[in-house]
């Protein structure tokens, strides 16, 4: 794919973020990436889709096989921001209350009080989601969206930022209870690890030798500062033809001939933010078109679905979504604003 370049408008807002705080943030999001990167060898990647999530506070599904990692991952982002991390097995039997915690009677006070439950935590590792039923999930789910459980009738507000890293394995379905469409739309993003290359597993074998590297992971950040770089990650710039590029991605996922459900307006509110948070880790208060082509997989891979006969034969969402973004063109900006040229679609 070659790189589209663009240039920032010069009718940026005057509230935009600046050059020097872009740069500010790039350089904690790198700091953060470089202390998980510690833990997890030969993934930056990776890792950076999932620094840009935290910097949106938007929750990541991982899809992929046991043993690759995702636990470490998890522990060395909450290690990384400072936060406190929480670990939820799901299994069929898992209640809702096992994650929100309950209110419990105290019979020497004669009162009810509530006991936390392991979502009260600023990184909660939501393992194997789609093993526990409907009921748990969606309380989960819940959580993910208000940012607070209820228990009873007392609403509990969570430690912010609140970032779930929820897991599930592709392969191993039996027993499972697959996450409708309208609940997979409240994830931010889905990505992979994926297996280690030959040096890089030969270096985490390396590393683990002698201990864990998770206890040289150090915190480079505090959640309260995260939360002030996710308001700043707000006022990254995005450009008119920019805009323009983004919504042609997300509408042509709606006309696509393999594609039975298109992405949602809250897919287009996503990408955008997301590009914004690719920006800034470059250290750009701008939007190029490249921020938003390199997330669009991950952003509205799991916010479609297929036809029944693509589906059949296997055909991967995620590569649909990089056929859009290969055929789209690109727009040109200069400094008298978009043009209606384009460089023509990625190659």
């Known amino acids: 794919m070659t790189e589209a370049t663009a240039t920032a408008e010069t009718t940026a807002p005057p509230d935009a973020l600046t050059e020097r705080e872009a740069a500010a943030i790039g350089e904690v999001a790198a700091r953060i990436a470089d202390q998980v990167e510690r833990v997890i060898v030969g993934k930056r990647a990776t890792i950076e889709r999932i620094v840009a999530a935290l910097f949106c506070e938007g929750h990541v599904l991982i899809e992929d096989v046991p043993g ?120 931010f993003l889905r990505t992979a690890i994926g297996y280690p290359a030959a040096d890089d597993e030969r270096a985490m074998l390396r590393r683990f030798r002698t201990g864990t590297p998770l206890e040289t992971v150090e915190a480079v950040t505090t959640p309260e500062e995260v939360m002030g770089l996710i308001e700043q990650v707000r006022r990254v710039h995005v450009g008119e033809a920019v805009e323009t590029y983004l919504l042609a991605l997300v509408r042509a996922t709606r006309g696509h001939v393999q594609l039975e459900l298109g992405a949602s307006p809250r897919a287009a509110l996503a990408l955008s933010r997301a590009a914004q948070a690719t920006a800034v880790l470059a250290g750009r208060p701008f939007v190029i078109p490249d921020d938003v082509a390199v997330m669009a997989p991950a952003v509205l891979g799991h916010r479609v679905m297929p036809t029944a006969q693509a589906d059949l034969r296997g055909v991967a969402t995620t590569d649909l979504i990089a056929e859009i973004v290969a055929a789209t063109p690109v727009p040109v900006e200069d400094n008298e604003g978009p043009r209606a040229e384009v460089r023509g679609p990625r190659t």
């Not at 995702?70 to 290690?79: D, E, G, N, P, Q």
């Not at 208000?146 to 027993?175: D, H, M, W, Y």
Request: net charge negative.
């Open 68 to 187: 690759i990692g995702k636990t470490m991952l998890a522990r060395s982002v909450a290690a990384a921001l400072g936060g406190r991390f929480g670990r939820v097995q799901f299994t069929p039997d898992l209640l809702p209350t096992d994650i929100t915690g309950s209110l419990v009677f105290d019979p020497r006070s004669a009162e009810f009080s509530y006991r936390e439950g392991p979502i009260l935590v600023n990184v909660l590792l939501a393992d194997e989601i789609n093993r526990a039923g409907p009921r748990t999930q969606s309380a989960l789910l819940e959580a993910m969206e208000e940012r607070q459980v209820s228990v009873e009738r007392e609403r509990i507000k969570l430690p912010r930022p609140f970032f779930v890293l929820a897991t599930q394995n592709p392969v191993e379905l039996e027993g499972t209870f697959p996450l409708p469409e309208a609940q997979l739309d409240r994830f």
